[in-house]
């Protein structure tokens, strides 16, 4: 527990740090500036795969996959390759809900921040469910196997354009909720106008994301519980992934239409884990294998969406 405590805090920092110190003054998100960070997280989260080879080669966190020190490094770096991957799914969603609701660039920071919290707690939640269930119902890899395969599918032939989160029902039922107004007062969350405290589509855009990040979590979670079903290595790989998620928006938003082929690239990857949980019990991939296939899977689809041309129809999101 000393190791989960310590990895919590070292996150709450960083959250801190960022809010308080290096954002406390709204301002929009530079390209210069995101790449920097989006950097940064990479480096640090990949860096943080020697830290799993010292815990498990010490011993000093519960092992109880049994998994040796290169096992928990490798199963580690492929778990956290899945969770970055589908983590730019989560941009497009979020561009179109910024745009939507016409957030204003140097407050889209903040949402985000707030969102990331909401996000760690529900993934802690979920991750932990997920590895009972395993745990405790061996043939629930079976369905988590079919659902990652429905999903392909589902994003297969599912069209970005048919997203808007304003005929959305979370956006109709938080009308039924509370009043919701279009204008904003800065980074304030709720106005008061006319004696009536209402919502501002800050608040609204927050909470559609983070009710879109559960469903995105959905996926990413059984994704990664097919590489591995140690909580710490599930918990670490997946929080740092989402830690680099705002930078990574900042930094690909603007070249969306870059990367239109891209989304062929998690159709694959989503297949292939689905694939591997349902013959789990039959055939063994090996963790390079797996790692090869997800990198070179992104790596495919950034590659045929920089040099291939666009025909105004390509991709899964435009």
């Known amino acids: 527990m000393l190791v989960?405590?310590?990895?919590?805090?070292?996150?709450?920092?960083?959250l801190i740090?960022?809010?308080?110190?290096?954002?406390r003054n709204p301002h929009e998100i530079k390209t210069k500036e995101a790449a920097f960070w989006t950097s940064f997280w990479v480096l640090l989260a990949l860096g943080f795969s020697g830290i799993i080879y010292w815990l498990f080669s010490e011993g000093m966190v519960e092992n109880p996959t049994n998994l040796t020190?290169?096992?928990?490094?490798?199963k580690y770096i492929t778990g956290y390759f899945i969770e970055l991957s589908l983590s730019i799914d989560n941009v497009f969603v979020i561009a179109v809900i910024f745009s939507s609701f016409s957030i204003p660039k140097k407050y889209q920071h903040e949402v985000l921040f707030w969102g990331i919290m909401g996000a760690i707690v529900f993934r802690a939640l979920m991750i932990l469910f997920g590895v009972a269930l395993i745990n405790k119902f061996d043939w629930i890899i079976y369905v988590f196997g079919v659902f990652l395969l429905f999903t392909a599918?589902?994003?297969?032939?599912?069209?970005?354009?048919?997203?808007d989160p304003k005929k959305s029902t979370v956006f109709k039922f938080m009308k039924k909720l509370f009043p919701i107004t279009n204008k904003m007062d800065g980074d304030k969350f709720f106005i008061r106008r006319m004696g009536i405290k209402a919502a501002t589509p800050l608040f609204i855009a927050l909470i559609i994301i983070e009710l879109t990040d559960i469903l995105f979590a959905l996926d990413s979670i059984p994704a990664i519980l097919a590489i591995t079903s140690d909580p710490f290595i599930v918990f670490s790989s997946n929080i740092l992934a989402i830690m680099g998620l705002r930078s990574m928006y900042f930094l690909i938003s603007?070249?969306?239409?870059?990367?239109?082929?891209?989304?062929?690239?998690l159709v694959i990857i989503l297949a292939f884990v689905g694939i591997k949980m349902l013959l789990s019990d039959f055939v063994h991939f090996p963790e390079l294998l797996s790692l090869g296939i997800i990198v070179f899977?992104?790596?495919?689809?950034?590659v045929a969406s920089l040099l291939l041309p666009s025909s105004g129809t390509s991709g899964l999101k435009e």
């Open 4 to 14: 989960w405590g310590i990895f919590i805090a070292f996150i709450i920092f960083f």
């Open 17 to 23: 740090v960022d809010l308080g110190v290096i954002n």
């Open 69 to 74: 020190a290169n096992q928990a490094v490798l």
């Open 153 to 163: 599918y589902r994003m297969l032939v599912h069209k970005e354009a048919e997203f």
């Open 254 to 265: 603007r070249m969306l239409d870059k990367f239109r082929y891209i989304n062929y690239s």
């Open 297 to 302: 899977s992104l790596i495919g689809g950034i």
